[in-house]
């Protein structure tokens, strides 16, 4: 068994549809090493039984199973991709980016020539 130290870990659990495969699920276990910008493949997983996911935490004396918790999804906020605002990806719901092009505009810079429509042209 090998213990590596990695930035990042991914389990991938792949249900298999074609009725041609070697077994009904593959688990792909991934990793990127400390300090690199690469992705390496552990091990594969084969299995006709469906792959279940234990948590667990280490109290120090004694390991107990954890609660999984959902956390709320944090909001998103525009960013810019380039210097300018002819750069900047908006997010939110329709009416939410039809106002935040208004303001832009208002504020002497255009992002777009005309309004927006229902279908985003």
Known sequence: MSIIKADKVEIEIQEQTDPEAANQFMTVVSYQPEGLLSKE???????????????TIDLG??????EETVAAPEAKKDWFVGNNLN???????????????????????????????????
Not at 41 to 55: A, N, V
């Open 61 to 66: 004396n004694r390991v107990v199973r954890k």
């Open 41 to 55: 493949i552990i091990t594969l997983l084969l299995s006709d039984t469906k792959p279940f996911i234990k948590k």
């Open 87 to 121: 750069d900047k990806i908006y997010t939110g719901s329709l009416d939410e980016v039809k106002d935040k092009l208004e303001k832009d505009q208002d504020g002497g810079r255009y992002y777009r020539d005309s309004k927006l429509t229902p279908d985003g042209y």
